[in-house]
C-alpha cells in the first residue's frame, strides 16, 4: 500500500493504481468541495466541479504525482479559478458599477449609450488588469467574497487584496473618466 509521499499512477492500467486513486479522491472530496464553495460562493457549483475534476484525473491515460491528496486540492483549487474566469460576468459587471433602470433608458436613450460606451470601457480595463488583480475584483465586487475571504483563499495577505483591490478600482474609474473618444464625421476618410 502506497503512503501520501509516495508516487502515485492513478490511471495506470493496474485496478490497484484506480482503486487507491478512488480512495485518495473521496477522502479528500469534502475538503476539496468546501475550498471551492469559497471560493465560487455556492456549494451545488463546488459539487459539479469536483465532480468535473474527478472525471479529468479518471479519463487521463497515467498521471504520475507525489502526494496525490495535496495536489488534488490544489487542483481544485485552480478549478474554481478557472470557473470564475470563464463565466459571462459581462452583465454583473453593469449591474455592480452603473446601476441603470428600465425607466431611466426609456428617458434618455444618449445617458443609455454613454452608460454602453462607459460598460465597454470597465470590460476593456479589467480585461487589461493582471489575472490576479482582475480575480480580485471578481470575487470581491461580482461574488461578494470579503477581503479576508479571498486572502485565505487566494494565499495572500490581506494588505495585499486590499492594494489589488485599490488598483482596479483606480483603473475603473480612470476609464469611466477618461473623455471617450471622438466619432468620426461621416465621410472623413481613415488614417
Known amino acids: 500500500m502506497s503512503e501520501p509521499g509516495d508516487i502515485i499512477e492513478p490511471h495506470a492500467d493496474s485496478a490497484g493504481a484506480r482503486a487507491r486513486f478512488v480512495q485518495v479522491f473521496q477522502a479528500q472530496r469534502a475538503r476539496m468541495e468546501a475550498l471551492v464553495s469559497r471560493r ?16 479529468r484525473f479518471w479519463r487521463r491515460p497515467e498521471v504520475k504525482v507525489e502526494a496525490l491528496d495535496t495536489y488534488l486540492l490544489r487542483c481544485a483549487g485552480n478549478l474554481a479559478i478557472d470557473h470564475l474566469r470563464s463565466e459571462s460576468s459581462r ?19 444618449e445617458q443609455a449609450v454613454e452608460v454602453d460606451h462607459d460598460l465597454q470601457r470597465i470590460e476593456a480595463t479589467l480585461r487589461a488588469l493582471p489575472e490576479r488583480t482582475r480575480q480580485i475584483f471578481l470575487l470581491n465586487r461580482i461574488h461578494g467574497c470579503k477581503y479576508s475571504e479571498i486572502a485565505k483563499a487566494m494565499q495572500l495577505s490581506q494588505s495585499a487584496v486590499e492594494k489589488h ?13 477618461e473623455p471617450a473618444s471622438t466619432p468620426r464625421r461621416p465621410g472623413s476618410a481613415r488614417r
Open 40 to 55: 465560487v460562493g455556492c456549494r451545488a457549483t463546488a459539487s459539479d466541479l469536483v465532480q468535473e475534476l474527478f472525471l
Open 91 to 109: 452583465e454583473r459587471v453593469a449591474e455592480a458599477a452603473v446601476p441603470v433602470s428600465e425607466a431611466s433608458l426609456a428617458q434618455a436613450p
Open 165 to 177: 483591490m485599490m488598483r482596479a478600482l483606480e483603473a475603473c474609474k480612470a476609464s469611466v473618466a
